[in-house]
Structures are given as C-alpha cells and as structure tokens.
C-alpha cells in the first residue's frame, strides 16, 4: 500500500494543522491549562501504536500480539512509578475526568455523599458540580473558599464532620496558592472519608519539587498527562500497595484494594482498550520531566507568575487571595470597570489568550463572569524568564486599563509578536 503525506491525503485538515501551529507560534498562550507537548511526544502519540487493542493490564490481556504494548506500558508505569515513589500506576484513563470518574465508580457506591472544592470557587466540574455525574449520582456536599480566597479549612472540617462523606478531593482547576495536602488528609481520617488528590493543573511543580507533593498524605491520586507533564492529553492515577494478582473479582471497598479497584474501575468498569498510542506519549513526558531544564522551566513557571502577579497588583488590579504560589493568577477585573469577557477579548486583540472565569462568589453570570484566569506554564516552556515577565505583566495591565484604545493596543501587539518571534515554539518542520 502506497501511502501519500497529509498535505496530499487531506489537505482541507492539513491546513488546520498549518493555520493553528501558526497561531500557537504567534501568540503568548497564558490558559494555565495547556503546556505544549515536545515534538517526541507528539511523534510517540502519532504512532503505529494507534492501531493496537490491548484490553487488560500488561502480562494480562485479552488479545494476542502484545509483546511491544507490555513493554511499552510497563515503561510508562515503572517511569511514573519511579517520579512519585509509589507503588502502583495506571497510565490508561483516557483524560482527567475519566480519572476522577474511576475514582468514584472504585470507591463510592451511587448515592454516596462526596466533597470537593465547588466549581464557583475554583473546584474542577468532576469534583461535585450539579451538571457533572459527580453531583448526579453522588450527594456532592462542596467546599469553598474564606473570604481572603484560601481554602478554609475550618468550613471543610465543618462540613465533613456533619456530612460524613466517603471521599474527599483536594485540587481545583482556578486555585493560585499551594494545596496543604495534610490538612486535608487529617479531616478525611478523622471523618474516615478516602482522600483523592487531583493534580491535574500541578503535576510538573510538583515533579520539580517547587509545590507539595500529596505523596503519602492522599489514598489515590489523579493527574492529567497534558497540562503541566506536558503530555499527550490523558489521564493517570497513583496509589500505593499493590494489586491483587489475578484482579479479584469483587473487592471489598477497603485503602488495602484500591489498586485492585482502581485497575478494575478502568478496565472493565468504565473503559474498553487502553489508547497505547498515547500511553507512548505519557511515557516520553515522564522521561523529560525527569530532566534538569524540565525542573528548571517549573521553577520559571512559578517566578514569571509571581512577577506577573506584581505588576498587576502595582496598578490596582484584584488578585484573589493577593497573589500566586503557582502557575497561575485568578483576578477579578470589574475594579477596572471591565467584565472577564471583555478582558478575555481584549487580550486576544494583542495575541495573549486567557480565558474568563469565575471569582469566588462571583455575582455575575458563568457566561460573563467577573474575571480572568491566566498562567505561565507556556511562557516558561517558551524560554521566557524573569524580564519577560515584566514586560508581559505591563502589556496585560496597560491592555486591560485601555480597552478602547486602538493605539494602546496596537503597541503592545507589536510587543508580543516580538516576544514570540524571540522566543520561538516549534521551530524546526518536525511538527508541520
Ligand atoms: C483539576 C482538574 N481535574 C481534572 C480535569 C479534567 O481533565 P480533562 O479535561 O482531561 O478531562 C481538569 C481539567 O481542566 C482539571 O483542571
């Protein structure tokens, strides 16, 4: 079989491909969600991998001819396994949410109570939010924030001593400070709740060792692969002990089995065959994040923040909780008689994408909340440093004090496309 490139095979997707590389190399990518994927992670993920069925575990399979899948999800375990010190890894959820769903569907029975960091104050879909199956077949009893924008810790002890639920999350998807994964670990074993930690936004600080790590505190641990790691987009979860050989049939819900029930919640309980293809890719991340310039880029990510942090707070601008332990700010615009939206179209206007968010307490609407999220992971892995960061915190300030000022804009436009071109992304033709 003959095969043509994709330039020729679908020219029509092609161009996608063309026109959106153009967009990430010419503008600051500031969603601290996204990261970009090495080269060598984006060829594992494109690879012949993709056209394998592997149902099972590896050495535990329902089809034949997995001699280079066994390895190669071996090599992703044992690298994972090896970064956290754990004992046990699943590399096979799909994404973060269908993670967090085994996590559920391993521990809790439909109608427990669970608690989780409310998606208005910061707190991820999955952890509890009415829309999501975590509030739908779950009694999802949130947490929040204090007034100061800090996890209360006194609100979730007091909530978890009167609602006794089965598992607790700590992580969140618009939180800028570090997590105090003991505290939480000390309420869930006073109450005897299970305590997930989701790591999705954080896993590469913590990897570097510039945030907490829940390693020993948490019973089970999510994380996405794409965010931070740096990643194809994917999902993993960690745990200790180990599990039982064969999977038993059905576990009794104790912290002995929950790698047996993790495992079994995956596979056969919520997914079908593993994407190995992507299980490649997470393995590469796992190499290079064991890296010193992957450590050192984690490092960046959180100074560049903090000094974006403080230019915005020198001209008057509302950070929740004041500033940033890490890669990302939560600030509240309408000070500046600005809503999230505009702010967020603003932004676009000088090629800095950010998006809308929510503020804790937020009285403005989820589709026009009153602030922004933005975050450093992208800027860092672009190379950018401490004077960048200066000079990017002025450009997002003075933008969002002149909405309506074309000149304004136009200028620091120009800043930011001489930023990108200084510090290019994706370089070579290895992913045209
Ligand atoms: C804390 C947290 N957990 C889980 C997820 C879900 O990940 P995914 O979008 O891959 O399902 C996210 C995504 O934003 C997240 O921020």
Redesign the pocket.
């Known amino acids: 079989m003959q095969y043509k490139p994709l330039s020729q095979a679908d020219p029509e997707v092609h161009q996608c491909i063309v026109d959106e590389l153009s967009r990430q190399r010419n503008g600051l990518e500031m969603i601290p ?1 996204e990261s970009y994927a090495s080269p060598a992670v984006l060829r594992a993920m494109g690879s012949i991998f993709t056209n394998k069925y592997s149902e099972g575990y590896p050495r535990k399979r329902y089809y034949g001819g997995q001699v280079n899948t066994d390895k190669l999800e071996t090599i992703a375990i044992e690298r994972a396994k090896k970064i956290f010190k754990v004992d046990h890894v699943n590399v096979q959820p ?7 769903l085994a996590v559920y569907f391993a521990l809790c029975k439909p109608g427990d109570t669970i608690m989780g960091m409310d998606l208005k104050q910061g ?5 509890g939010c009415k829309v999501n199956f975590s509030a739908k077949y779950y009694k999802s009893v949130p947490y929040g924030v204090g007034k100061n924008g800090y996890i209360d810790f006194n609100q979730v002890r007091a909530i978890a001593k009167r609602e006794k639920p089965k598992l607790i999350w700590a ?4 939180y800028p400070r570090e997590y105090d994964f003991k505290a939480f670990a000390e309420i869930a074993k006073e109450v005897g709740a299970f305590f997930a930690a ?4 954080i896993i590469g600080l913590i990897i570097s060792g510039v945030h907490n790590s829940p390693v020993g505190y948490a019973d089970v641990i ?3 692969t ?2 931070t790691l740096r990643g194809p ?3 993993m979860i960690l745990c200790n002990g180990n599990a039982s050989e064969p999977l038993k049939p059905t576990p009794e819900i104790t912290k002995e089995n929950i790698p047996t029930l993790i495992d079994k919640a995956i596979f056969p309980g919520l997914q079908g065959g593993p994407h190995e293809h992507t299980i490649a890719g997470i393995a590469v991340a796992l190499k290079e994040a064991q890296t010193n310039e992957f450590v050192e880029s984690n490092r960046m990510i959180i100074k560049t923040c903090k000094i974006i942090a403080e230019e915005l707070l020198e001209d008057g601008f509302n950070l929740i909780t004041g500033g940033t332990d890490n890669h990302l700010i939560l600030m509240d615009v309408t000070n500046k008689n600005i809503t999230g939206q505009e702010a967020e179209t603003a932004l676009e206007k000088i090629n800095i994408s950010v998006n809308k968010n929510a503020v804790p307490n937020d009285p403005r609407p989820p589709f026009s909340p009153s602030g922004i999220r933005l975050g450093t992971p992208c800027l860092a892995m672009r190379g950018m440093a401490e004077q960048e960061a200066k000079i990017i915190g002025k450009c997002i300030s003075e933008t969002l004090r002149n909405t309506n000022n074309s000149q304004i804009i136009e200028k620091n436009q120009k800043i930011v496309n001489e930023l990108c071109l200084k510090f290019p992304i994706y370089s070579g033709r290895e992913v045209e």
């Open positions: 969600s799909y994404s973060g949410s269908p993670a967090n707190g991820h879909l999955t952890h992580g969140a998807t618009a989701d790591i999705a936004h999510t994380s996405t794409h965010k987009r994917a999902g």
